[in-house]
């Protein structure tokens, strides 16, 4: 990747710079991954841009995480309920700092770190972006070929652009509300953080591209992400459906085209199996499974429409098939025939999944102060998955005194002058557990 020249080092002077006087380093190459040697500095909270981050860790760049003293804001969430592997995850791979970027000491710090840095991601609001200066007009002042990612719930620019945006308001002015559950019912979310991880994996294309493009003409880029353009492309289909006058709205579990098509009870207690049926070959291949039964024949399911058309009461019938017998039988039965079939995993399943384990989809990791757990691997090219790494989330601040001194080159009186001044901390303030106040 294109590295700045050695003048350029130092970020010119602003208001408390004479903390950080003096040169700072970049990064040393110390593998073959396809980003060694690039910096990136995450100043983000919750999950969209410390994911890509993560993965852009995964794929070898160094990756800073700039905590604020009240630290990011999944970290407080997953320390007040336990849940520390929400926090773990998306922070893999990475070293924390605390820098208050809002103070001049840590303006200062930060304008230096960005000198010696590739890129710079955040998901901080627009109007907020602008006031602690992560712009991407002000971060050239301190690196003429920084790449910079402004990721936000609408995109930084529009009459939308100010508005606050969390996963459940994103599902809902996507798209992505409208479109899950069941005909007639309330429109219902679709769980976990779609839009999050979807802008987190927009914003690595965007990342790599303007890299590329950095090496060839030596200039930076800003890439702008709004999450809701990004989970947009996860309800395409019923946009592109609107253009024919077909308003798909919610489905169920049910294929817009095909019956049958769904998730059916088995024998077990609390399993189940997902069947798709999507041509004739398919349907006459599960007939033959199930010993082609008399109502199989029947009239209302000899056509593709026809099923489609009576497809509760397709549904019906073939779950009554599949709750007679056991899981494995049922899968080796349809799958023997050739149908695409699949028992309905658990993440206990996932974790033991032999398929998974032959091609190395997870790693333990062991986690101070929350255990060993496995951390899933991005898609990698060969033979890059080889040396796929994975380090544990860093601990609040846990990396100060390398990246202060080591990186930064600060002394011993700047550092602690830093920390006098509020502009770092070396432990997280205490958060008060619900329903306690800080006293």
């Not at 890509?52 to 794929?59: Q, R, S």
């Not at 924390?96 to 010696?116: H, N, T």
């Not at 007939?287 to 099923?307: I, N, Q, S, V, Y």
């Given at each position: 990747m294109h590295n700045m020249r050695e003048d350029q080092h130092d970020a010119p002077p602003t208001q408390g710079s004479a903390l950080v006087s003096?040169?700072?380093?970049?990064?040393?190459?110390?593998?073959?991954?396809?980003?060694?040697?690039?910096?990136?500095?995450?100043?983000?909270?919750?999950?969209?841009?410390?994911?890509?981050?993560?993965?852009?860790?995964?794929?070898?760049a160094?990756?800073?995480?700039?905590?604020?003293?009240?630290?990011?804001?999944?970290?407080?969430?997953?320390?007040?309920?336990?849940?520390?592997?929400?926090?773990?995850?998306?922070?893999?791979?990475?070293?924390?700092?605390?820098?208050?970027?809002?103070?001049?000491?840590?303006?200062?710090?930060?304008?230096?770190?960005?000198?010696?840095?590739?890129?710079?991601?955040?998901?901080?609001?627009?109007d907020v972006v602008d006031k602690l200066g992560l712009d991407h007009a002000t971060l050239r002042e301190s690196n003429e070929t920084i790449v910079t990612v402004r990721l936000s719930a609408f995109g930084a620019t529009g009459p939308h652009a100010w508005r606050r945006g969390t996963a459940p308001t994103i599902d809902g002015a996507s798209g992505l509300a409208s479109l899950n559950g069941y005909p007639g019912r309330d429109p219902l979310r679709p769980g976990g953080f779609y839009p999050d991880l979807t802008s987190a994996l927009f914003s690595v294309y965007g990342v790599l591209a303007a890299l590329r493009h950095r090496d060839i003409t030596g200039e930076g880029q800003e890439i702008d992400v709004a999450m809701t353009e990004c989970a947009g492309h996860l309800v395409g289909e019923a946009l592109m459906g609107l253009s024919f006058g077909r308003d798909a709205g919610p489905q169920g579990n049910a294929h817009p085209e095909h019956a049958p098509n769904n998730c059916y009870p088995c024998g077990a207690p609390d399993s189940w199996i997902a069947i798709s049926v999507?041509?004739?070959?398919?349907?006459?291949?599960?007939?033959?499974?199930?010993?082609?039964?008399?109502?199989?024949?029947?009239?209302?399911?000899?056509?593709?429409?026809?099923?489609?058309?009576?497809e509760l009461a397709l549904d019906h019938l073939v779950g009554e098939w599949t709750a007679g017998q056991e899981p494995s039988v049922v899968l080796e039965a349809l799958r023997r025939e050739g149908l695409a079939a699949a028992l309905v995993a658990n993440a206990?399943?996932?974790?033991?999944?032999?398929q998974l384990a032959h091609r190395r989809f997870f790693r333990t990791v062991m986690q101070p102060g929350s255990g060993s757990g496995p951390l899933p691997r991005i898609a990698f090219p060969s033979p890059f998955g080889r040396e796929w790494r994975a380090s544990p989330a860093p601990e609040f601040a846990q990396h100060n005194d390398t990246l202060f001194r080591d990186v930064l080159h600060l002394d011993a009186e700047q550092i602690e002058r830093l920390y006098a001044e509020g502009a770092s901390r070396r432990e997280l303030r205490s958060q008060p557990r619900p329903g306690e106040s800080r006293g």
């Open positions: 003096g040169s700072a380093d970049r990064v040393t190459p110390g593998s073959s991954l396809p980003l060694d040697g690039i910096r990136v500095i995450e100043v983000g909270t919750m999950i969209a841009a410390p994911y890509a981050a993560a993965i852009l860790g995964d794929l070898g160094a990756v800073v995480k700039i905590e604020s003293p009240d630290s990011d804001a999944l970290r407080q969430s997953a320390q007040l309920s336990g849940t520390h592997f929400r926090f773990n995850e998306p922070n893999r791979n990475k070293q924390a700092i605390c820098l208050d970027i809002s103070r001049p000491g840590g303006q200062a710090v930060f304008r230096k770190l960005v000198a010696v840095s590739d890129v710079v991601i955040c998901n901080l609001r627009p999507e041509s004739e070959g398919d349907w006459e291949r599960l007939r033959h499974c199930m010993g082609d039964p008399e109502w199989a024949r029947a009239d209302r399911f000899a056509t593709p429409a026809a099923r489609k058309e009576h206990g399943d996932i974790l033991e999944d032999r």
